[in-house]
């Protein structure tokens, strides 16, 4: 069983910047897409970006151009930089395979962006 520690949430400002952090407690070099989700009281669970073993990297519309995604298959870890915040991107987020099925749909505690001034 896997588990997804996600971190590096917390209250920013509009326009500032946080880097989040998702630390895989199984190699990760083998799951070729690799994804942060975010999900807000109400709603669903949405996904925001997808980086793939291959280079290929996939942004929602809402947050290209501000979010980066990286991921670091030696430390089993994947990054979400946000750059410009928005009230709007205040939820809770997680990462997770892409499809979330292949870790059986396990998920983290997630880690909670707050953006308000």
């Known amino acids: 069983q896997v588990q997804l520690v996600e971190s590096g949430g917390g209250l920013v400002q509009p326009g500032g910047s946080l880097r989040l952090s998702c630390a895989a407690s199984r190699r990760i070099v083998s799951i070729n897409s690799m994804g942060w989700y975010r999900q807000t009281p109400g709603k669903e669970r949405e996904l925001v970006a997808v980086?793939?073993?291959?280079?290929?990297?996939w942004y929602a519309d809402s947050v290209k151009g501000r979010f980066t995604i990286s991921r670091d298959n030696a430390k089993n870890t994947v990054f979400l930089q946000m750059n410009y915040l928005k009230p709007e991107d205040t939820a809770v987020y997680y990462c997770?395979?892409?499809?979330?099925?292949?870790?059986?749909?396990?998920w983290g505690q997630g880690t909670q962006v707050t953006v308000s001034s």
């Open positions: 980086i793939s073993n291959d280079g290929s990297i």
């Open positions: 997770n395979a892409v499809p979330s099925a292949v870790f059986g749909n396990y």
